[in-house]
């Protein structure tokens, strides 16, 4: 789950970091109201992906009106796919300089990593790509966390020897974004010193792990509504389902993320363009394959559907029975191709064939199958 | 010969008593798999499909000299399960649970640097099968046969596909190991195909990978420094849309390798033929 700024600030803050003075405005009214209450306040689009301030999500109102004129632009803007639900409008901050510093998953290294460069800002991958020696890095141990001397380290390395405290003191109360909320990603950019030689938090980005959603009920609770995005998908995740969506008009239902986009890369091969990338994973019972096929069949734009499921611990046998089921409740009348083999295969085809779905034999072979019954536009 | 799993090989299932652990373990049986024990806290001093049940894997090794564990718990426990069978004294660990929260993996890889004689396959894999002699995971043994090729694989279900064209086309495995999809997991792709280089046995490797980590891209440049394996490598994923990311942290750690291109590109500077569709793969392969 990507948090929002606000969220993730709120979150930094109950950590003991310092954040900005701020608001959050859901109409003009209220961010005026902020202006009254903060002064000077940068409004800024609350979506869960980068790129705000480059895509004007983010504007700088030192009136009332322009409070009010900000919140107005910026509520309901798309910003790369997400529609803005509210503002935050935060205090203007005095910026003397800004760092950035930030914790992800070093996959390489199986590890946490911490990244710490004086170069805070908007352009930090660019820094990477162009002096990767600007950004210092830790691989804090996992289970006790950075020590005093590994962020002194770091910070001299970084070139913020004279800021060595108040980044170790910063950079540990970070870190327990991790341990506490299962962060994959907690990070800070920019983090600003201010004139006053204050340390704060200018921005927050934080996604907290999707397996680990059962140790942090709270979290969901509090913020899970709110992470408007893409329909499908909020439908999706709330059946359980790994679903991302997609432009075209083919449903895909695959078991395994690896089958799914080798499933994906047919289907385009085909000529055909998948509608979405839907992973009913192992185990997948009757009740998962008619949520996938639901969920699917609400995008109107979808032509046909293709399943394609290997079995190892999904059952031929279930995955049939799941696709005739939610095929009669949905009343689906669209072009439906089922390529299924593995455990209880046999049973699992019997199934189909006496329901009158023909199951297809390869996945390159489904794959021409349903793009050729969605260019014939069967069912429509 | 094969890697890492053979008949002689004394295995135990973790969860041997849930759905998922006593079904894989029937099959795993069948095909002649040595399973030794099974462990279910609170069950000890059981029976369970026709092998003791313990209440601890150090109970389940004392007792019966095990070597190998199939993990099938839960998996807010599996992380703690992987623990518990290296500090044991196992020293094959297959996880086959998915959905372990990756700083429960992080934890896990730390603690097995201690352990340094345990290998753990996955977690969130198929686990691993020697076709006619054992398997440890859930990958039906009837679309394996034994032969000479070794196979692996970041994939469950394309890695199904693929074993069950090689052996219709009559080409049978070494052994086939499925490493699983996590970020963090335990053998990776190098590790498994230097292990088929030692193997006299293995003549031909398959690789089929995904968009993602660099794994593959290791595992191309060790083969680059030269092999005596015929291979072909596979990547899904080429079609698919960049995640939507959020930060830059991600972006700093991964640069440009992960893609799909990045990927084909290694194999192919190593010399190793790159399939388009998992159909092609027999064909490059002989």
Redesign the interface.
């Given at each position: 789950m990507?948090l929002l700024e606000y969220q993730a600030k709120e979150v930094l803050a109950s950590l003991g970091i310092t954040i900005p003075p701020g608001v959050v405005a859901r109409n003009p009214d209220e961010a005026a109201t902020a202006f009254a209450k903060l002064g000077p306040i940068a409004v800024k689009a609350q979506v869960?992906?980068?790129g705000r301030g480059k895509a004007g999500g983010i504007k700088l109102a030192r009136s009332e009106d322009e409070a009010r004129r900000a919140a107005e632009q910026i509520i309901g803007m798309d910003i790369?796919?997400f529609k803005v639900p509210l503002v935050y409008c935060e205090a203007a901050l005095d910026i003397a300089r800004e760092i950035?510093v930030?914790?992800?998953?070093?996959?390489?290294a199986?590890?946490?990593?911490l990244?710490l460069s004086a170069k805070g800002g908007m352009d930090?991958?660019q820094v990477?790509?162009e002096s990767p020696e600007a950004?210092a890095r830790l691989h804090p141990?996992?289970?006790r966390g950075p020590l005093d001397f590994e962020l002194a380290q770091v910070a001299y390395e970084a070139g913020l020897g004279e800021l060595a405290r108040p980044l170790a003191a910063l950079v540990k109360k970070l870190y327990r974004a991790?341990?506490d909320y299962?962060a994959?990603?907690a990070?800070i950019?920019p983090l600003v010193v201010t004139r006053a030689g204050d340390v704060i938090a200018g921005d927050a980005?934080l996604?907290v792990?999707d397996?680990?959603a059962?140790?942090h009920r709270d979290l969901e609770e509090r913020y899970g509504s709110l992470l408007e995005g893409d329909p499908y998908e909020v439908e999706a995740k709330k059946r359980g389902l790994t679903y991302?969506s997609?432009d075209g008009d083919i449903g895909i239902i695959?078991?395994?993320?690896?089958?799914c986009?080798?499933t994906?890369?047919?289907v385009?091969?085909a000529g055909g363009k998948p509608a979405n990338?839907c992973d009913i994973?192992?185990?997948a019972k009757a009740e998962v394959v008619e949520n996938a096929l639901a969920v699917i069949l609400m995008n109107p734009k979808v032509k046909g559907v293709l399943i394609n499921?290997?079995?190892?611990?999904t059952r031929g046998d279930e995955v049939a029975k799941g696709v005739v089921t939610a095929r009669d409740n949905l009343k689906m009348r669209l072009p439906l191709v089922v390529r299924m083999?593995?455990?209880r295969e046999e049973e699992g085809r019997k199934i189909l064939k006496e329901n009158g779905i023909e199951p297809g034999v390869?996945?390159?072979e489904a794959a021409q199958k349903i793009v050729e019954l969605t260019r014939a536009g069967v069912g429509r | 010969m094969s890697i890492l799993l053979d008949a002689s090989t004394r295995v135990i299932v973790q969860g041997i008593t849930g759905r998922e652990g006593g079904f894989h373990t029937e099959q795993m049986q069948e095909l002649g798999t040595k399973v030794v024990a099974g462990t279910s806290p609170g069950r000890g001093g059981t029976a369970h499909l026709g092998v003791p049940v313990f209440n601890t894997v150090a109970d389940a090794v004392k007792a019966t000299g095990a070597n190998a564990s199939g993990i099938f718990v839960p998996a807010p426990f599996a992380a703690d399960a992987i623990m518990e069978a290296a500090a044991a004294g196992i020293t094959l660990i297959v996880c086959i649970t998915e959905g372990i929260p990756i700083q429960d993996m992080i934890r896990v890889k730390d603690f097995l640097r201690g352990y340094p004689g345990a290998r753990l396959i996955g977690a969130n894999c198929p686990g691993l099968i020697t076709p006619g002699q054992a398997k440890i995971g859930i990958i039906p043994q009837r679309i394996t046969r034994p032969g000479q090729v070794g196979l692996v694989s970041r994939s469950g279900t394309l890695t199904y596909e693929v074993a069950s064209a090689l052996s219709a086309a009559g080409m049978g495995q070494s052994t086939i190991v499925g490493i699983g999809g996590d970020p963090v997991l335990g053998l990776t792709f190098r590790d498994v195909v230097e292990l088929f280089e030692k193997d006299p046995e293995t003549t031909h490797l398959v690789l089929i990978g995904e968009i993602g980590g660099s794994d593959e891209e290791h595992a191309a440049e060790l083969l680059a420094r030269g092999s005596r394996l015929k291979a072909v490598a596979f990547i899904s994923g080429r079609t698919a849309p960049e995640g939507k990311r959020m930060g830059h942290a991600g972006a700093i750690i991964s640069g440009n390798r992960g893609t799909a291109r990045s990927k084909e590109e290694a194999f192919q500077k190593a010399g190793v033929a790159v399939a388009e569709t998992t159909d092609d793969i027999v064909g490059m392969l002989r």
């Open positions: 990507k869960p992906v980068g790369k796919g950035y930030g914790f992800t998953v070093d996959r390489d199986r590890a946490n990593v990244l930090i991958e990477a790509e950004i141990n996992p289970w991790i341990p299962d994959l990603t990070e950019n980005k996604e792990d397996n680990a059962w140790r991302v997609l695959g078991n395994g993320a690896g089958l986009m080798g994906l890369d047919l385009q091969r990338f994973g192992g185990g499921v290997f079995g190892g611990i083999s593995g455990t390869s996945g390159w | -």
